[in-house]
């Protein structure tokens, strides 16, 4: 079994920055499976596609979700009680690619931040830079300063850390690291990639509206190029992790 | 002991559910999750001569009950299909419809033409996708376009052939009837129903495409009212679909006319949906003492 959908027991959920849910969801056959770097497709109660979601960190019963409501689905799934069963499709996706012996920095922007803290558990020394627009979304830091002392946070108003953005602190320590893992907005992505060209190899986890979340409907497509070939692929399936120069990112 | 066995044109299914085209790719993700051989068949994602990389995204959008798409029929190419997908979909045991579109009549017949020497069961000519520029809907709406397809496509053609009929026309009763006299030995109904919304912040559609085909629970009631139109038009069975989402739904359109049915969006929803509806399909039947699926066809007694 790669994937499955089941029923997960919701035992915690709570809101952690303002229209940032936690969630801790239990369910043993499927949590066990989970990846760092890949998502699951929740069921929403009322509504006819489910929403993907990172996985934020995995135990052996349960999985860490963090979201941010949105929209009408995200907003029913904050109003979830615990002890709620919730229908969920995991674990879905190719996530970030980790060897051994080499020194990752992980990059986070806003509500791209949660699925870099199950990735970076899984390395040595990380460095994780994230980034928010203010001071009341800054997520996970207490988390992050669990796993390392070399964590550094921006804001865009300076409200809190270091007034600028994720690439500005990036760009300082690029000879202390082999290798990049980010998610966040597009612009950062396109602007992380920007920074790490010819200098050191960087993974970049997208977004994209989804539909099946198993590589069938074909309707989360990004423009890529593989090879020498470009092509539409799928990010539910070939991603979410791509490798940053695979990318077409105004497209 | 109920049957959910259906006949279609000689060929059996095991269910009267086939997974829509579109919403299964050629059932290899699926079958992560049960045996395909629980299903009718799987109605592949259109395929046309060349491979196709379909539209940039978004793709999709959630509506009210339902959701558009415009994916753009992105697919490896026919003779990819042919060569890495049909046998192991075929060995699945379960039966194999080949949806084709085309820019020209020619590229219809030229595909027809290679998949009767293959192992597919069924061709399932898509002449109503709304999401390509060229091609597809430009086919299926008007009674001349679909009766030259459909007598074009039928020389070159030694399979059953579907004709999946567009509901974006003003009689879709006529186009099926052009579609029997023509050659067609199944209707299959309905595609989506172009649709379009719009983000409020952007004032950009939400699709790329600008528009999109809609479908799920919110078409239903659609194409129940189509399928019945048709039913009482032709002679030719009818694979009726359109937002199926339950048992209930599946016996609704039954009983509107069809003969076999089509279940797409609700996969996205949940995945197990045609064997829950196969589970409760097998009771309902018990309890109202049907043996042979087939007796609901068409049995709603029109006021």
Known sequence: MIYDTRPFKLIKNEEIARGIFDWTVENRELSKLAKCGQFVNIKVPGKTLRRPISICDAGENTLRLVFQVKGEGTEIMSQMKVGDEVEILAPLGNGFEIKDGKRYCFVGGGIGVPPLLFSAKQTKNPMIITGFRNKDLVILQDDFKKITDALYLATDDGSAGIHGFVTDVLKEHLDEIDEVCACGPIPMLKAVADVCRGKVKCQVSLEERMGCGIGACLVCACKTKVGNEEMMTQVCRYGPVYDSEEVFYNE | ?303
């Open chain 2, 1 to 303: 002991m109920s049957n959910l066995k259906v006949n279609l044109c000689g060929v059996e299914l095991n269910s009267p559910l086939i997974a829509a085209s579109g919403t299964f790719g050629f059932g290899r993700e699926f079958a992560e999750f049960y045996p395909l051989s629980n299903l009718g068949g799987v109605s592949c994602k259109g395929i046309t001569l060349e491979e196709r990389s379909g539209n940039l995204p978004p793709r999709i959008a959630e509506t009210e009950g339902g959701i558009l798409n415009a994916v753009g029929l992105q697919n490896p190419g026919i003779d990819h299909f042919i060569k890495y997908d049909l046998d192991w979909l075929k060995a699945q045991n379960t039966v194999v419809i080949a949806n084709i579109a085309g820019n020209t009549v020619e590229d219809y017949c030229a595909m027809a033409e290679k998949l009767s020497e293959t192992s597919v069961d069924f061709i399932e000519l898509n002449i109503s996708c709304p999401n390509v520029k060229s091609g597809g809907v430009q086919f299926g709406t008007s009674c001349e376009s679909v009766g030259n397809i459909t007598s074009e496509v039928r020389k070159h053609c030694k399979k059953p052939l579907m004709v999946k009929l567009s509901p974006n026309v003003t009689d879709i009763a006529e186009i099926a009837k052009s579609a029997e006299f023509n050659g067609a030995d199944v209707i299959s109904m309905i595609n989506t129903i172009t649709g379009m919304r719009i983000d409020i912040n952007s004032k950009r559609p939400i699709i790329r495409n600008n528009t999109g085909g809609l479908s799920g629970p919110a078409v239903f009631p659609v194409a129940v009212r189509m399928v019945w139109q048709v039913y009482n038009a032709v002679k030719i069975p009818i694979v009726g679909m359109g937002g199926i989402s339950k048992w209930q739904d599946a016996v609704e359109m039954l009983m509107a006319g069809a003969t076999a049915l089509q279940i797409g969006t609700v996969l996205f929803n949940d995945p197990y949906a045609p064997l829950k509806i196969n589970y409760n399909l097998k009771n309902y039947m018990e309890e109202k003492n049907i043996s042979s699926i087939s007796e609901l066809t068409g049995s709603v007694i029109p006021w």
